[in-house]
Nanobody, 122 residues
Framework: QVQLVESGGGLVQAGSSLRLSCAYSERTRSAQAMGWFRQAPGKEREFVAA????????PYADSVKGRFTISRDNAKNTVYLQMNSLKPEDTAVYYC???????????????WGQGTQVTVSS
């Protein structure tokens, strides 16, 4: 039922780095885009980054530009989110998603992972 599995979250201090990974199944191999979203308690789900099937198109949220980098390895069915210079406001559950095209909206994404918790202390 679950098509994607995130890993790599944890508790870290501000200024440190984490790399999230998302392994996806055969059903999502032909997806045209992968995205990362996050949600903190009491807040709406927020777009973080996305990547096209080719890996060329990589939109980012303004809040993470220059700090986060999204990448993918299609042969390994894996997408990554490298997070540097982490801030307490980055604390959230991070979800990966697969869909037909790159977009900042979560609506077109058909497949979602279970999420991984990222907590950044001051």
């Amino acid at each position: 039922q679950v098509q994607l599995v995130e890993s790599g979250g944890g508790l870290v201090q501000a200024g440190s780095s984490l790399r999230l990974s998302c392994a996806y199944s055969e059903r999502t191999r032909s997806a045209q885009a992968m995205g990362w979203f996050r949600q903190a308690p009491g807040k709406e789900r927020e777009f973080v980054a996305a990547i096209s099937r080719s890996g060329i198109g990589t939109p980012y949220a303004d809040s993470v530009k220059g700090r986060f980098t999204i990448s993918r390895d299609n042969a390994k069915n894996t997408v990554y989110l490298q997070m540097n210079s982490l801030k307490p406001e980055d604390t959230a559950v991070y979800y990966c998603a697969a869909g037909p095209y790159s977009t900042t909206s979560p609506d077109p994404y058909h497949y979602w992972g279970q999420g991984t918790q990222v907590t950044v202390s001051s």
